[in-house]
């Protein structure tokens, strides 16, 4: 299980979208070269859009593989947004 902290800093509307995909990260499909395709991808999770100043918490759980963050508002991830990690396994929080 993992907690996002997200915050949109910026002036003008934007979301966090968790994506598992062996792929590049600059090489998601798209639909009309301005949305990642959601319905080519498999996305595990995502917040609303969020106005500029708000923020979310979005926790979900991640198996392991490899993952991308996006932000699917229009011409966002064409933009550049986007973030790729890997999750290799989890770890013992109990003591075992």
């Not at 003008?12 to 319905?39: G, Y």
């Amino acid at each position: 299980s993992v907690t996002f902290a997200v915050l949109n800093s910026g002036a003008i509307p934007h979301e966090l979208v968790v994506v598992k995909s062996d792929l590049a990260t600059d090489k998601l499909p798209q639909f009309e070269q301005k949305l990642v395709d959601e319905k080519q991808v498999q996305v595990i999770s995502k917040t609303v859009p969020l106005d500029a100043g708000k923020k979310q918490e979005l926790t979900t759980t991640l198996q392991p593989g490899k993952y991308i963050l996006i932000c699917n508002v229009a011409s966002h991830y064409v933009s550049g947004m986007y973030s790729a990690f890997e999750v290799t396994g989890a770890a013992a929080t109990d003591g075992y």
